[in-house]
């Protein structure tokens, strides 16, 4: 029997979707994978962006489905190998269909990814409510791979970096306003794949001040202040809780930071002894939020603040890319790009925020009313989107109106609106 979840009851109201990526006044018309995804700041809740099709949309799918591959062939999101072009050096992303070699029990896995990243997003709520109580350089570009984690049993996208030429691989989050890794000695650590950090071994290390600046900086990163603590009582200590039981704690450290073939001296970043939660066998997690401490701002010197970054398609090579830089461009040739205008808001500066203008279902509109103030947060680190219990409702309605015609199913974990798709392609 095959069974699909779409939608969720809960007041978070998460769901997710194997349709395209559609989104009115919206970013890139192309299927992707998750994560990419959004939510209604006003209530500090997610947003979806992909729409399904209706019952009477299916066989206009599926033959748009057919073309796209006889399109696509072998081509991927960007080019499958790293390169360098007008001074980016580009780094594949990779999707956990075609490129990736293991099978996974999804029904044995998906649950307790649900469950993490119900966690993480009460996180992110918690940090924003604490929140809410530029000279431009002539940037140079590099471009990296970003690959799915789905081989370190992680539902995120992640990058390789290098700290002190120790290879270390990470999530890639933008909702998150600080890097950190695994750090020996440890006095909890999860299972990583591959060796922990060890800052004694290296000669570039150094432990940051509890009384600097940079220390200070930690309440708007992540939402706590930093203390003293770590190796002597005058070190910086950090801590960052992403749910119930999920959390990083260490000590604030400078690095030489390298990532595609480019060296950035004196990164700031979290070295943690003291770490739990279900972040997969990944060495840690890349913050590319708009904090003081993120990768974006110690990096603005060199690539002006700008990124962006392409998500592998579920056909052909299935790679990607994260582009810090303007050369943006690299991705025109391979498929159609829309622009829309980030919204200002001084209360959750640290977050990137769109303007929602509209969603559809199949081909018909959503009322506007339940939409609020219209602002969505872009959170990469989110593998579950979510919508505002009003949005929610409306939606829904529409959702099960055109999926009448098929039988629904049990819900699973989170999800609550489930169909029994045995006998449907």
């Given at each position: 029997?095959?069974?699909?979840?779409?939608?969720?009851k809960?007041?978070?109201?998460?769901?997710?979707?194997?349709s395209?990526?559609?989104?009115?006044?919206?970013?890139?018309?192309?299927?992707?994978?998750?994560?990419?995804?959004?939510?209604?700041?006003?209530?500090?809740?997610?947003?979806?962006?992909?729409?399904?099709?209706?019952?009477?949309?299916?066989?206009?799918?599926?033959?748009?489905?057919?073309?796209?591959?006889?399109?696509?062939?072998t081509?991927?999101?960007i080019?499958?190998?790293?390169?360098?072009?007008?001074?980016?050096?580009?780094?594949?992303?990779?999707?956990?269909?075609?490129?990736?070699?293991?099978?996974?029990?999804?029904n044995?896995?998906?649950?307790?990814?649900?469950?993490?990243?119900?966690?993480?997003?009460?996180?992110?709520?918690?940090?924003?409510?604490?929140?809410?109580?530029?000279?431009?350089?002539?940037?140079?570009?590099?471009?990296?791979?970003?690959?799915?984690?789905?081989?370190?049993?992680?539902?995120?996208?992640?990058?390789?970096?290098?700290?002190?030429?120790?290879?270390?691989?990470?999530?890639?989050?933008?909702?998150?306003?600080?890097?950190?890794?695994?750090?020996?000695?440890?006095?909890?650590?999860?299972?990583q794949?591959?060796?922990?950090?060890?800052?004694?071994?290296?000669?570039?290390?150094?432990?940051?001040?509890?009384?600097?600046t940079?220390?200070?900086?930690?309440?708007?990163?992540?939402?706590?202040?930093?203390?003293?603590?770590?190796?002597?009582?005058?070190?910086?200590?950090?801590?960052?809780?992403?749910?119930?039981?999920s959390?990083?704690?260490?000590?604030?450290?400078?690095?030489?930071l390298?990532?595609?073939?480019?060296?950035?001296?004196?990164?700031?970043?979290?070295?943690?002894?003291?770490?739990?939660g279900?972040?997969?066998?990944?060495?840690?997690?890349?913050?590319?939020?708009?904090?003081?401490?993120?990768?974006?701002?110690?990096?603005?010197?060199?690539?002006?603040?700008?990124?962006?970054?392409?998500?592998?398609?579920?056909?052909?090579?299935?790679?990607?890319?994260?582009?810090?830089?303007?050369?943006?461009?690299?991705f025109?040739?391979?498929?159609?790009?829309?622009?829309?205008?980030?919204?200002?808001?001084?209360?959750?500066?640290?977050?990137?925020?769109?303007?929602?203008?509209?969603?559809?279902?199949?081909?018909?509109?959503?009322?506007?009313?339940?939409?609020?103030?219209?602002?969505?947060l872009?959170?990469?680190?989110?593998?579950?989107?979510?919508?505002?219990?009003?949005?929610?409702?409306?939606?829904?309605?529409?959702?099960?109106?055109?999926?009448?015609g098929?039988?629904?199913?049990?819900?699973?974990?989170?999800l609550d609106?489930?169909?029994?798709?045995?006998?449907?392609?």
């Amino acid at each position: 029997m095959s069974t699909s979840c779409y939608l969720n009851k809960d007041e978070s109201a998460p769901w997710i979707t194997p349709s395209k990526f559609f989104f009115i006044l919206t970013m890139v018309k192309a299927t992707t994978m998750l994560p990419f995804f959004l939510f209604l700041v006003s209530h500090y809740l997610i947003i979806i962006e992909n729409v399904v099709h209706s019952f009477e949309e299916k066989k206009v799918f599926n033959v748009q489905m057919w073309q796209k591959k006889q399109q696509l062939g072998t081509r991927s999101c960007i080019l499958p190998v790293s390169r360098q072009e007008k001074g980016a050096v580009i780094l594949e992303m990779k999707d956990r269909g075609h490129c990736s070699k293991n099978k996974i029990d999804w029904n044995k896995r998906l649950r307790k990814h649900i469950i993490l990243d119900d966690l993480l997003v009460l996180s992110m709520q918690n940090r924003i409510r604490k929140v809410v109580s530029s000279h431009i350089l002539e940037a140079s570009e590099t471009q990296v791979p970003l690959t799915s984690g789905i081989n370190l049993q992680t539902l995120n996208y992640i990058v390789n970096i290098g700290l002190s030429s120790k290879n270390m691989t990470v999530i890639f989050d933008t909702g998150s306003g600080l890097t950190w890794v695994q750090c020996e000695p440890c006095m909890s650590c999860y299972n990583q794949q591959g060796p922990i950090f060890k800052p004694s071994t290296s000669s570039s290390y150094q432990s940051i001040l509890c009384n600097s600046t940079t220390c200070q900086s930690l309440q708007s990163a992540t939402g706590n202040t930093g203390t003293c603590g770590g190796s002597n009582s005058s070190t910086c200590n950090y801590v960052v809780n992403y749910g119930e039981g999920s959390y990083t704690n260490g000590e604030l450290g400078l690095e030489h930071l390298t990532f595609g073939g480019i060296s950035v001296s004196s990164f700031v970043f979290g070295c943690g002894g003291n770490n739990k939660g279900l972040f997969g066998g990944v060495s840690g997690l890349m913050g590319l939020g708009r904090s003081y401490l993120s990768m974006i701002s110690q990096t603005s010197a060199t690539f002006g603040g700008v990124f962006s970054y392409c998500l592998p398609t579920m056909e052909g090579g299935a790679s990607g890319s994260l582009v810090m830089g303007n050369e943006s461009s690299v991705f025109k040739n391979v498929t159609p790009i829309a622009y829309t205008n980030m919204v200002p808001n001084p209360q959750l500066s640290n977050f990137y925020i769109l303007n929602l203008t509209g969603i559809d279902v199949g081909v018909v509109a959503l009322q506007t009313l339940s939409f609020g103030n219209g602002e969505i947060l872009i959170d990469s680190g989110t593998v579950i989107s979510r919508l505002a219990p009003s949005v929610y409702k409306a939606l829904k309605a529409e959702f099960l109106k055109q999926f009448s015609g098929f039988p629904l199913a049990m819900g699973f974990s989170l999800l609550d609106t489930c169909f029994n798709l045995t006998g449907h392609e």
